[in-house]
Structures are given as structure tokens and as C-alpha cells.
């Protein structure tokens, strides 16, 4: 690599983009809004300076350079603000890398050695190489640059150029430092277990370590790949440090604080049970780590990380179109699937103004139950004598799009798949396959796996006319053995990244063979939603759990890192368990308002009256879902913090011209009046002309400023009852 494409800084006032220094081996990365700051020190190691709200010229920064010891027990190499810190030399602190060479060594050495500025994936990027002092072993750690967003997207590519063998034992893609502050922070992290994900989680940053992690294959909603760190921040203002990891395996961030408030987030692949072989000539590259600083509180997290989905990670062209009202017969049917059924289900759907009607489970062989059939995909015969086509084609008349549930990468041991091909899920030959929901996991690190679930999945979409597949995924890994990879000299450890990339390489393939085709994320609920799976999907199915109360906390979570697009939200039946459904429908269609629209509930057992009033309710979301979908999403009122009493929820357009206001409240014993609820983001000085959608004729209008509305506030049109909602649409008067 060399320095001949980079950019020189050459005056005080820098523009966004990356900035080499004139006369300094150090380098300014300027967004809108922030900066972030690298040099190099004398001997050779990559610091960094700074990160945080944008600076106007980097002379202001101090050289890189390392501290003076402390002590022997404080090392210089520990304290450094090292951007990419290997495991070796007097290290205590963060590690990114871990090597082991031929000859035993087991550390790294790593030292500057040349850069590049290039573009990647339309964005700026520097490329930074670092170079081990004994060993033909080089690390270069990418920097792409979100200018308009504040985001910083990190990685980093480990090369092997010798000829003996390289173990990685740990490849992490960044570490990320923030500045040392009198004041205390708060850390903001998102736990849960299935039905319960996405739940926000708050607590102070002191000296010690914070471990996130997921070992069971998948992303996981234990807890979600994505962090916050702030300073006194609310839900509108206030410093905000955060970050997310593009990786649908197993992960890890951890937080270090020490005595002294020095804060620095490490993550990327995890390093339980992980190593990767480089033989001669061969490179590993890390999960994009995306972070960004923002100093317009936590909101301003997801209008960044929103942005930055929609432009940079989703697949074209269905990120750039409206994502249709779906119906899913899963909750109707469960396995009960027939042709006469699902005709019946998609009659009513229709009449709803419902785009795109999915079959779920129980459509292929022997698939009664959740025992037998996954793996077989093709059309059980006698559920539906004629194949789909008949199904497929009413469903088309309707003016409807047809899509699919599949589980591609599990199988029952009561299966065809299985039968034939025993030694296609991980095992070990000494020990048991541990079923669970009575399945097993396909190895689909295997080529043969891999060209047999592209071949079997290609042939479906082509013969059925299939617009959607639900990819779902209902159980961990286990036994993540491999014997004929082992048995040919390779590290069984490799499978939890190869099992990642064979499922990507599945999805980019069909993709690929079928630019219109959309696929949902599910696993189990949304146990597997981080940015990794949405280069391939374009909705993530984000919970199990439907009940409307759990959704504002679940859908307020998800929202830090999943756009309105993205977000799929059904309404049901639930809860279904009392004679009388007292939560009105209305409600329930508000909150699921919120995402990509579904419908989940028996339509079947839908009365007249409620069938009308869910096609006014669609109505209503098809004339704002441009807003809920594509516009600035801010939790102005958090269910969190009002133990799920209130909630309300902003969508601005880019422009600021149009904006949508959805508002709950789930109890009110006491028929209290809503307090005045101010806005965000709107322009002061125009006039909005506000009204109540669904309402007949929607003639309630009234005008405000952007002005009265952000400052002043506006009064919900909520009833003195329990499970009120409403929905106020905003238009720019000229």
C-alpha cells in the first residue's frame, strides 16, 4: 500500500471526509457532526486521539505518543489507546488479535506500516497496514467513513504471508476508546429471552468489565449485538457513544472502564471455541463494526443507525420501495394447511387491502406437526393435490403477492433430507444429536449443503411464483462437530464462522438469481436482526410475542437498530386467552402501525364490523407508511420509562414537510387528561396542519407552528379510558 491517494489537509477549516495530517503520520475523519482522530507514535504503534463532537483543524490534537509508566504494574502498551491491540508484550487491557505461529509464539507484534485512502462501497475509506516485526503477518484495519450520518464502519483484514500456517485465535473487528471525563456515564444495552426481546437495559459505567455476548450460533435475543454509552443524556439531547457489530454468528463486545474513567469497547467474532487456519497466502476479514457519536441524545442513535440501514445495507431495489401489508397464516391454520383454507383466509385478506399473503409452516411432506418434514421442500401432495399453483394463482387474482415459510437450515431426523444424508448436521461420532423443537442444525458450512438447499430453494421460487420467503431458524447449534473436515487436517472450530458465511452465501445466491425476491429474517422471534443478516433480508420478524404490551417495550428496543421498514409487526388475536378481547383493535393496529405492517389474527373468525375497520386502519397506514417506514423515528414518550402507561412515537420526513404522531395509553383508572405531548425536528417558522387519521372524513384539522408545536406542545385526542391510542398526521401548509 502506499500513500500516493490520500487526502492532505492543507487549512484549519476541514470539510467531512479523512484528512491526512500535512507533516504527521495521524489522520482526522470529520462527519457532519463528529471527529475521530489516529496517529502513530514514534515506535510504531496506532493510537487514538480523539472522538467526538467535530473539530475544526487537527493541529489541535497532541501528537500520538505513548504515557509515561506509572508502574510496573501500568504499563504504557496497557494504558495506550490502541486502535487495534494483539495479544503480546506487556498488553493487560483490551485485545483484538490472538496468533499462534509454527514455531509456538504465541503473540503478535504489530507495527505501522504504510496507508491508503481509497472509496469503498460508495463511502471514503482509509486503510491502514500494520505490519508484524518478525513475522510475514500484516493486519489491515479499514475505516469507511458515513459523513452524513456521524458513523465510523471498522474492520480489519488478517494476512498470512508465509508459508507455515497461522492460528487465529481471536480476530476481533475494533476497539473503540472514549475519552476520559469527570463525569460518570451510563451504559444502554438490549437483553431478553424468546417472546421478551429487545429489552433496554441501563446501568452506570464503574471500573470493571462488561461482557455481551451470543454462543448459540446466531446473533441471539438473549442479548443483541449493540451498545450506548452516554453522558446525562435523554431521549433528545445529551452526548451519546454507540455502536453495533454486522455479524448473525456468535459475538462478543466488552466494555473496560478503569479507575480513572479510561472506557474502551472491544468486539467482533467471538473467541469462544473459535480458531481459523491461514495457510500460505491467506486472509480472515472481520464483521463490519459500526459506531458513531451523536450529541442529540438517544434518538439521535436511531436516526443515524435508521439512515445509514436504508442507504448502506439494505438490498436494492426493495429498499428503495414501499414494504407491503402482509398476511401470515400461522396463527390461523398452525399446521392445518389446505388449499380450500388458505383461499378462504386470502379472500379475507383481500377485502383488508392486505399486498402480500404468506403460507406459513406446514405446507410440505409429513409436516402435521413440528416432528417430521423440515428439510423436504417440496409440495406435500396431498394437502394440496394440484401443487400451489392453484393456491398461488387466487392468491395473484386478488391483486396479491405470494410468499413462503421455510427453515432451510434445519432438518427432522423423520425426513427424506435426513435419511439420505445423516452426516449432514453437526455431530460428533461419540456422542449424542440433541434435538431441539424435535430438529437438528444442517451444516451448512458444508459445499454440499450449501449447493443442495440453493438448488432445492431456486426450483421453489421458480415454480411457485414466490415474491417472499419467511427464512426462519428455531434452534441453536450444538455438537458443532465436522468429522470429515476434521479427519482432512483442518480446526472443527471453524464452524461457527463457516456456518455464518454458508448461510449468507445461500441468501446472496438466490438473491442474486432473483433481484425482486424479498426474505425475512426469523429466528425464533428476532433472534437474529443485527446489520450482517440485513445486507440479505429486508425485514426482520421481530418477535414471537404479539400481545400489544410487550410490543412497545420490545418495538422501542428493536428501534435503536431496526428502521420502521424493517421492524415486522402483526396484529393478532392475543392475548386470546379470555372470553372478550378488551384491547380494541384500533390500539392493536397503532402499535403494530409502528413497523412493516402484518395481519396474524383468524380473519376467518373476524366479525364484519372489525374486517371494516381493519381495512380503514390499512387504509390509514398506506397513506403514512412512507413516514413510519423512510422518515426520523423519535421516541418522544418511552414506555420504559413510564412502566408501559405511555408511549409515543414521532416520524418526521427528511424534509420536515410531513410528519405522523402515534400515541398510547394502557391505563387510566383515575380518566385523567393526556399531558400536551411536544415534537421534534419539525421547521419552526411553518405552519402544520394537523389531523386525526382514521376519524370519519378526518375533519378535525387545526393549525399550528412548527414553532408552538415543538415548544408549546399539542393535545392528544385521547378518551378517558384505558387502551387509548391515537394517530395525528402533519402537513406542511404553503
Request: proline residues 5%; aromatic residues 10%.
Amino acid at each position: 500500500m502506499s500513500a500516493s491517494n490520500t487526502q492532505s489537509q492543507t487549512n484549519d477549516a476541514v470539510m467531512p471526509g479523512i484528512h491526512q495530517h500535512p507533516t504527521q503520520l495521524s489522520w482526522l475523519l470529520v462527519t457532519e457532526a463528529s471527529s475521530y482522530a489516529l496517529g502513530v507514535t514514534d515506535e510504531g504503534y496506532l493510537l487514538q486521539l480523539y472522538w467526538g463532537a467535530r473539530l475544526s483543524s487537527s493541529t489541535d490534537l497532541a501528537n500520538a505518543q505513548l504515557q509515561f509508566e506509572r508502574s510496573a504494574q501500568d504499563s504504557s502498551l496497557t494504558a495506550a489507546a490502541e486502535v487495534y491491540p494483539a495479544q503480546g508484550g506487556l498488553r493487560y487491557g483490551a485485545i483484538a488479535a490472538q496468533a499462534s505461529f509454527a514455531d509456538g509464539t504465541r503473540d503478535l507484534d504489530l507495527r505501522y506500516a504504510s496507508v491508503e485512502i481509497t472509496e469503498q462501497e460508495g463511502l471514503p475509506t482509509l486503510h491502514l497496514s500494520l505490519r508484524d516485526a518478525a513475522y510475514p503477518f500484516e493486519v489491515i484495519l479499514s475505516y469507511r467513513l458515513d459523513s452524513a450520518n456521524d458513523l465510523i464502519i471498522r474492520s480489519a483484514q488478517l494476512i498470512n504471508h508465509g508459508e507455515e500456517p497461522v492460528v487465529l485465535g481471536r480476530a476481533f473487528s475494533a476497539v473503540w476508546h472514549l475519552p476520559q471525563q469527570f463525569e460518570p456515564r451510563r451504559l444502554t444495552t438490549l437483553a431478553g429471552q424468546w417472546a421478551n426481546e429487545t429489552r433496554i437495559q441501563q446501568q452506570p459505567v464503574v471500573a470493571g468489565n462488561i461482557q455481551l455476548e451470543s454462543r448459540s450460533g446466531i446473533s441471539g435475543a438473549k442479548a443483541y449485538p449493540w451498545f450506548a454509552i452516554d453522558t446525562r443524556a435523554t431521549e433528545h439531547t445529551g452526548e451519546v457513544y454507540f455502536g453495533t457489530l454486522a455479524w448473525s454468528g456468535n459475538w462478543s463486545l466488552q466494555i473496560r472502564t478503569n479507575i480513572t474513567g479510561g472506557t474502551s469497547i472491544e468486539g467482533g467474532i467471538h473467541d469462544h471455541d473459535f480458531a481459523w487456519v491461514l495457510t500460505a497466502n491467506q486472509s480472515f476479514i472481520t464483521p463490519d463494526f459500526v459506531a458513531g457519536f451523536a450529541a442529540d441524545g438517544m434518538n439521535g442513535i436511531r436516526h443515524r443507525l435508521h439512515r445509514y440501514v436504508r442507504s448502506h445495507v439494505l438490498p436494492q431495489p426493495q429498499a428503495s420501495q414501499p414494504r407491503p401489508v402482509l398476511y401470515n397464516s400461522w396463527e390461523a391454520t398452525f399446521f392445518d394447511v389446505t388449499e380450500a383454507g388458505q383461499i378462504a383466509l386470502a379472500e379475507r385478506a383481500a377485502r383488508l387491502g392486505v399486498e402480500l399473503f404468506v403460507v406459513d409452516d406446514g405446507w410440505f411432506p409429513a409436516r402435521n406437526d413440528d416432528h417430521a418434514g423440515l428439510g423436504d421442500w417440496r409440495v406435500d401432495p396431498q394437502k394440496f393435490p394440484q401443487g400451489l399453483r392453484p393456491l398461488v394463482e387466487r392468491i395473484h387474482k386478488l391483486g396479491m403477492q405470494f410468499g413462503l415459510w421455510v427453515e432451510p437450515e434445519m432438518t427432522n431426523p423423520d425426513s427424506d433430507l435426513y435419511r439420505a444424508h445423516p452426516d449432514w448436521v453437526y455431530h460428533y461420532p461419540t456422542r449424542p444429536r440433541n434435538e431441539a423443537r424435535n430438529q437438528l442444525v444442517l451444516n451448512v458450512g458444508r459445499s454440499d449443503v450449501q449447493d443442495y438447499l440453493i438448488t432445492i430453494l431456486d426450483q421453489l421460487i421458480n415454480e411457485q411464483d414466490i415474491s417472499f420467503i419467511k427464512w426462519d431458524m428455531n434452534r441453536p447449534i450444538s455438537e458443532p462437530g465436522w468429522p470429515e473436515y476434521i479427519n482432512a487436517g483442518h480446526d472443527g472450530r471453524e464452524i461457527w464462522v463457516r456456518h455464518v458465511q454458508g448461510v449468507y452465501k445461500i441468501m446472496d445466491t438466490l438473491r442474486a438469481r432473483h433481484p425482486n425476491l424479498s426474505i425475512e429474517s426469523c429466528a425464533s422471534g428476532g433472534g437474529r436482526a443485527d446489520p450482517g443478516i440485513l445486507r440479505r433480508t429486508d425485514q426482520v420478524w421481530t418477535s414471537d410475542n404479539t400481545h400489544p404490551d410487550a410490543r412497545l417495550f420490545i418495538q422501542e428496543g428493536a428501534s435503536y437498530i431496526l428502521p420502521g421498514r424493517v421492524m415486522g409487526a402483526w396484529i393478532t388475536d392475543t392475548p386470546s386467552d379470555r372470553v372478550r378481547n378488551e384491547i380494541p383493535l384500533a390500539y392493536r393496529f397503532h402499535v403494530s402501525m409502528l413497523g412493516m405492517l402484518g395481519i396474524g389474527g383468524h380473519l376467518i373468525h373476524w366479525s364484519e364490523e372489525e374486517l371494516v375497520e381493519g381495512a380503514q386502519w390499512i387504509a390509514v397506514y398506506k397513506r403514512i407508511r412512507h413516514l413510519i417506514q423512510d422518515g426520523d423515528q423519535s421516541w418522544l414518550v418511552s414506555p420504559t420509562e413510564t412502566a408501559g402507561n405511555w408511549a409515543a412515537v414521532e416520524c418526521v420526513a427528511p424534509d420536515a414537510s410531513e410528519a405522523v404522531v402515534l400515541a398510547f395509553h394502557r391505563s387510566n383508572p383515575f380518566w385523567e387528561n393526556a399531558p400536551r405531548l411536544r415534537l421534534q425536528n419539525l421547521k419552526p417558522a411553518a405552519r402544520y396542519r394537523i389531523v386525526e387519521a382514521g376519524k370519519t372524513g378526518e375533519t378535525a384539522a387545526f393549525e399550528l407552528s412548527g414553532t408552538a408545536l415543538m415548544n408549546y406542545g399539542v393535545q392528544l385526542p385521547l378518551p378517558k379510558t384505558s387502551y387509548s391510542s391515537c394517530i395525528l398526521h402533519l402537513q406542511e401548509q404553503a
